[in-house]
């Protein structure tokens, strides 16, 4: 399918959902708890004729009038919000299956026990889709041998379903963690106020092309609202106006505080009456609003500002699910949030105890010759920077520019951690060594400061990545090619409580206001094992980028300061650096996953 095949497509099933979610919104009315209005019928799909018989010509018969059908059963106000809240869930889960269905078959080609299994899952799928395809040209042809086809193909067609469903549940008991990154599912309101902490809300934007739908959740209370003002095009329209200011140039235009200002009032003043008085925020967002960090929205209007990362400590989600991956599976079972569903309470599998291992572990500033022309961390497209072949083309690789700051963050990283803490830069820092240093896989914290290259159409199958100080030229193989891939990550492991990428565009697929909502390389290290990560919206400035990883790593060391609050801290020191108090240098940077 085409990239714009892939894209209607997505589009049309947002559009679907969206619009059922926008029906039953409405139809709570306005008396909270009084029975809504029937939903409409939805016509049941026919299966395909077995027989000629579906080809002759019908006879004039006449049949008895059916009996009345049962009425419909009626739905609660309560009851409509949560399908509301559930189809919304729905809507991203479209928008991610590509990249998550393209990186699963890469991890199955990885060797593990899952990796069989989705390779399995995945051989299943693909006989049943021929199977389908099959039925449907036999419905074309006629007489007793075409029928006794088709009753083959039908009969094979569910038995594949049979065996893809007991596949799936076979994944999903025995690894639960990758099935809800992977495939995640819809959870209920109750299941959801149940994770979080009384200091927490949680924020899903659902962009339609007539409004944008907003639900916030918190432990006691929970409301939707509509902001009809900001329709897809509006709001994809202030987004990529926003970011001519913050992405690009050397000289960016000044920051658009109007449109920031636009958003705000859309998006986060409805939903004051459940967040506003909650310190820490969590949000999921996707499409254009995704490639925007909600820290730098102005918390006030005339007369002086507040960010919205100095009221809030703001994270996002890659997915509603993903917080009870992070609280329920990604950790020991002991630790395991109380909330959580019963089918993932204790007894019921979970993260392995964690090794003893380094505080920090971290790999950056590769060899590379290139010319520095301004101090940032570019990020060109893969098929510029690391060719189009299988392999990554290691003189491309190493004529991208050194980076000078990342030498300096990694060094004030080992002072800080000590010799205890693998630091690999220049030389050292190659693909190979990341893969094998058994550091890594249990370290608390890992930083990796490089350059990051955005997908691409060709070369390297499309996946972003990171880059390492490339072999000789002709000594590149799967194992060391100078560039560690989206797939590699997912089949690398991770006991990791924070991951820094602290490199540019990170956070997105393409770099492109319309693209995925989280990069493929941003979800491979979640599918690692990692709880949370620091990820980047544009290509960001090497001095400050410095700054604000020394400052977060120096009050992760206080006492009882969680990876959220961390983050709120390192970015205020940064603005009060009159250089970098532009919200390009400060707030490139967005928390994803679990803050606590």
């Known amino acids: 399918m085409t990239r714009e095949g892939e894209a209607t497509m997505r589009s049309k099933f947002r559009q679907a959902a969206l619009l059922g979610l926008s029906a039953g919104l409405l139809a709570t009315g306005p008396v909270s708890g009084q029975p809504a209005p029937e939903p409409a019928a939805v016509p049941a799909r026919t299966a395909p004729p077995s027989d000629d018989s579906a080809f002759a010509p019908a006879p004039d018969i006449r049949l008895p009038p059916l009996p009345p059908l049962p009425p419909a059963p009626r739905l609660t106000a309560a009851e409509y919000r949560d399908g509301a809240f559930k189809a919304a869930q729905w809507a991203f889960r479209s928008e991610a299956a590509l990249a998550l269905d393209q990186l699963a078959a890469r991890f199955a080609g990885g060797g593990a026990a899952v990796g069989r299994l989705e390779s399995e899952l995945q051989d299943l799928v693909r006989q049943q889709k021929a199977a389908e395809r099959a039925l449907t040209e036999s419905l074309g042809r006629r007489g007793p041998e075409a029928a006794a086809q088709r009753s083959q193909l039908r009969t094979r067609f569910d038995q594949l379903g049979d065996r893809i469903a007991a596949k799936s549940a076979q994944i999903e008991q025995e690894f639960p963690a990758y099935s809800e990154l992977l495939r995640p599912r819809a959870y209920g309101l109750d299941e959801i106020q149940a994770l979080l902490r009384s200091d927490e809300a949680l924020l899903l934007i659902a962009t339609a092309e007539d409004a944008t739908y907003l639900f916030a959740v918190s432990r006691d209370g929970y409301d939707w609202y509509r902001s009809p003002k900001l329709a897809r095009s509006r709001l994809d329209a202030v987004v990529a106006g926003l970011r001519q200011g913050l992405a690009g140039d050397s000289n960016p235009v000044g920051f658009d505080r109007a449109l920031a200002q636009e958003l705000y009032e859309g998006l986060i003043v409805p939903a004051a009456p459940i967040i506003a008085d909650k310190p820490v925020l969590m949000t999921v967002t996707s499409g254009a609003l995704a490639t925007l960090p909600l820290n730098l929205l102005p918390a006030t209007g005339e007369g ?38 019963t089918r993932l309470r204790p007894g019921t599998g979970g993260a392995p105890l964690r090794r003893a291992g380094p505080v920090l572990a971290a790999a950056g500033a590769p060899a590379l010759i290139g010319k520095r022309v301004e101090r940032r961390r570019g990020s060109p497209r893969i098929a510029e920077a690391a060719g189009v072949g299988l392999l990554a083309d290691p003189d491309r690789l190493r004529a991208l520019p050194f980076l000078d700051g990342s030498l300096e963050e990694l060094q004030a990283l080992k002072r800080r951690f000590g010799p205890k803490a693998p630091v690999l830069m220049k030389e050292q820092a190659t693909e190979a060594a990341v893969k094998e240093t058994a550091e890594f896989e249990t370290a608390r914290y890992v930083v990796f400061s490089t350059h990051g290259l955005l997908a691409g159409r060709a070369g390297i199958y499309g996946e972003p990545g990171l880059v390492f100080t490339p072999p000789p030229r002709g000594q590149e193989d799967q194992r060391d090619d100078g560039f560690l891939t989206a797939s590699e990550v997912a089949r690398m492991r991770f006991q990791a409580e924070f991951v820094v990428l602290s490199a540019c565009n990170t956070a997105s697929s393409s770099g492109d206001p319309g693209g995925e909502g989280l990069s493929g390389l941003a979800r491979a290290f979640f599918f690692a094992g990692a709880r949370s990560l620091l990820v980047s919206h ?21 006492p009882g300061v969680s990876r959220g609050r961390a983050f709120q801290r390192a970015m205020a020191i940064v603005r009060e650096d009159d250089r970098f108090n532009h919200p390009r240098f400060w707030a490139a940077f967005t928390l994803v996953g679990d803050p606590s």
């Open 304 to 341: 002086g500002v507040e960010w919205l990362a100095e009221r809030h400590v703001l994270a996002t989600l890659p997915s509603v699910s993903s917080l009870v991956a992070a609280r329920c599976l990604l950790v020991e079972t002991a630790r395991r949030a109380a909330g959580c569903p």
């Open 538 to 558: 544009w290509e960001v400035d090497d001095e400050a980028t410095f700054q604000l990883m020394t400052a977060a790593f120096a009050e992760l060391d206080r």
